[in-house]
């Protein structure tokens, strides 16, 4: 089966850094995908991991462990508009159906406070 | 380019009747999924089709709901004889396939369903 925890909530302060978690335990691995999902609106992709290692693009970072299951995305000089749900997904090994449907944290609500 | 479209972007529907949620997937992609969002819980994976195929319906309840991507128009859900707890979001997501390399997956606005 796949589990996929992530804290619910987080508070950080505009112009700062702040790091939300992502630990999985998956029967495959094929590579994991931070997501924005502001409210009431559709995810928007952010980052894509697969080798061990960190990802920098911009403000936002990823990082990725495969032999803790362990991942975190880092956002650097927060703004107020980074408000939003912060999703972490894991793409299953590609499966003898031939998909790549992807198993979704219940997100953590990031607040940006001034 | 536009990105995924979804129509309706809000659906009322009464107890017993049927829903029909609408996907346009970018252009030049040719596979969608589609997945379930209920409040406080994370995206559920339903079924991922590509033209005319249904490739992985796992995630999809055994009973009154389907999907069709027909090699014209866009991919649709349908939900016959609704019920309250089938109200959530759905969302539409499509990839184009690259062999060997990331397929990220874009999604769309999503659909949210009241059943009344």
């Known amino acids: 089966g796949q589990n996929i925890d992530q804290p619910t909530e987080m508070t950080a302060t505009e112009g700062a850094i702040v790091q939300i978690n992502c630990t999985y335990q998956?029967?495959?691995?094929?590579?994991l995908f931070w997501y924005q999902q502001h409210a009431g609106e559709a995810p928007t992709f952010l980052s894509y991991n697969v080798l061990d290692g960190l990802e920098e693009k911009g403000r936002f970072s990823s990082f990725l462990s495969r032999s803790k299951g362990y991942s975190y995305l880092l956002l650097k000089e927060l703004q107020m508009k980074d408000s939003a749900s912060y999703l972490c997904?894991?793409?299953?090994?590609?499966?003898?159906?031939?998909?790549?449907?992807?198993?979704f944290g219940k997100g953590t609500k990031l607040s940006v406070i001034p | 380019n536009a990105g995924v479209m979804q129509n309706p972007r809000h659906l009322v529907r009464r107890r017993g009747q049927e829903a029909r949620l609408r996907c346009s997937p970018m252009?030049?992609?040719?596979?969608v999924y589609w997945y379930r969002q209920l409040p406080e819980e994370g995206l559920k994976f339903m079924v991922y089709l590509q033209k005319e195929n249904i490739i992985d319906e796992s995630g999809m309840p055994k009973e009154r709901f389907s999907a069709e991507f027909p090699k014209e128009g866009p991919s649709i859900l349908r939900i016959q004889q609704v019920v309250r707890g089938d109200s959530a979001a759905y969302f539409c997501?499509?990839?184009?396939?690259?062999?060997?390399?990331?397929?990220?997956?874009?999604f769309g606005p999503g659909t949210r369903l009241l059943v009344l």
């Open positions: 998956t029967s495959g691995f094929n590579g």
């Open positions: 252009k030049g992609h040719s596979h």
């Open positions: 997501a499509s990839s184009h396939p690259q062999m060997g390399r990331q397929e990220t997956q874009y």
């Open positions: 997904a894991v793409r299953s090994a590609y499966s003898g159906a031939g998909s790549y449907q992807l198993t």
